[in-house]
C-alpha cells in the first residue's frame, strides 16, 4: 500500500537516484559506524547507508513509517519526535562515544532541530543533512549579506559547515516548493568555551532590531547585564563577526542573566 506524504510531518520523499547516490557518497559510511537516521521516511537513503554501515538507528515520528521500518532486520526504529531524543542516551544505547547524524529533516521545523542537536553536540561526530537551500545560505552566511542572522552566528561558532550538494524539487515526491541541498555540519574540536544561552541570548537581542544601529538593540541589553566594557554599537548586528559575539559574550560579568 502506498504512503501518502502527510502535510503535518513536511512529507517530501527522496526519490531521485542519482542524488541519493551522491548523498550516500558525500556521506562516505564505513562498515560498524554509529549512525542515526532523522526521518527515515521510504527508507530511500536509509536502504544504501544500511548496505554500507551493517546497521543503522533511524528516528521516525510516523507510526505507520515506523511500524513498516521495524520490519527491517538491520534497523533499530526510534518512534519519537526527534525534538525529545536525547542523543547522549541513543549513543549509549548503541555503544558509542560519538554519533553521526543524518537525515532529511522536516522544512517547517528544521531550525529547531538544528537548535535541539547544538545542546547535544558533543556525542556528535558529523552532521549530513537535507535542508532548505534558503536556510543553508543562513547557516554559512557571511557577515554584512542579508542571509547572516543568529543562525549563521550560533552554528558557525560551534560547527565548521560546507554546502555539499544541490537538490532541486523534481527530486522528491511529492516535490516541495523550495530548492534543497544538503549540507556538512563538523563540530568544530576547540570551540570558545561560551555559555550557549549567553550566546543565544546576547545574538537574539542583537537581530531583535536589526535594521537598527546595536546601540538601540544590543546596547540595553548589554547595560541590563552590568556590561561596563567596550564594544562598537554604531553598527548593526549583520556587520558584527562571530568571533566578535563570542568574545563579546566572554566578557559579560558572571552574574548576568542568561
Known amino acids: 500500500m502506498k504512503h501518502i506524504a502527510r502535510k503535518r510531518f513536511g512529507q517530501h520523499f527522496l526519490s531521485d537516484d542519482g542524488i541519493i547516490d551522491a548523498i550516500v557518497r558525500a556521506i562516505d559510511p564505513k562498515p560498524g559506524q554509529p549512525m542515526v537516521e532523522i526521518g527515515p521516511g521510504l527508507a530511500a537513503l536509509t536502504q544504501p547507508l544500511v548496505e554500507r554501515l551493517g546497521k543503522l538507528a533511524v528516528i521516525e515520528l510516523d507510526r505507520d513509517l515506523a511500524a513498516r521500518l521495524r520490519a527491517h532486520p538491520q534497523l533499530q526504529v526510534i518512534e519519537s519526535d526527534v525534538l525529545k531524543v536525547d542523543f547522549a542516551q541513543v549513543a549509549s544505547a548503541l555503544g558509542a562515544m560519538k554519533l553521526r547524524v543524518v537525515g532529511n529533516l522536516p522544512y517547517n521545523i528544521s531550525t529547531p532541530i538544528l537548535f535541539h542537536l547544538l545542546e547535544q553536540v558533543d556525542v556528535i561526530e558529523d552532521q549530513h543533512f537535507m535542508l532548505q537551500k534558503e536556510v543553508i545560505d543562513r547557516m554559512v552566511a557571511a557577515p554584512a549579506t542579508a ?47 561560551v555559555d550557549p544561552a549567553r550566546l543565544s541570548a546576547l545574538v537574539q537581542a542583537a537581530f531583535s532590531q536589526r535594521r537598527k544601529l546595536l546601540r538601540h538593540s544590543l546596547g540595553p541589553w548589554l547595560a541590563q547585564q552590568g556590561f561596563v566594557g567596550s564594544f562598537d554599537l554604531q553598527r548593526r548586528a549583520e556587520e558584527v563577526p562571530v568571533q566578535q559575539y563570542v568574545g563579546l559574550a566572554l566578557q559579560l560579568p558572571a552574574s548576568a542573566d542568561r
Open 147 to 193: 542571509a547572516y542572522g543568529r543562525l549563521s552566528v550560533m552554528l558557525q561558532w560551534r560547527y565548521a559547515m560546507e554546502d555539499v550538494l544541490f537538490v532541486p524539487p523534481e527530486s522528491f515526491d511529492p516535490p516541495p516548493r523550495v530548492d534543497s541541498a544538503v549540507i556538512r555540519m563538523v563540530p568544530r574540536t576547540a570551540p570558545a568555551a
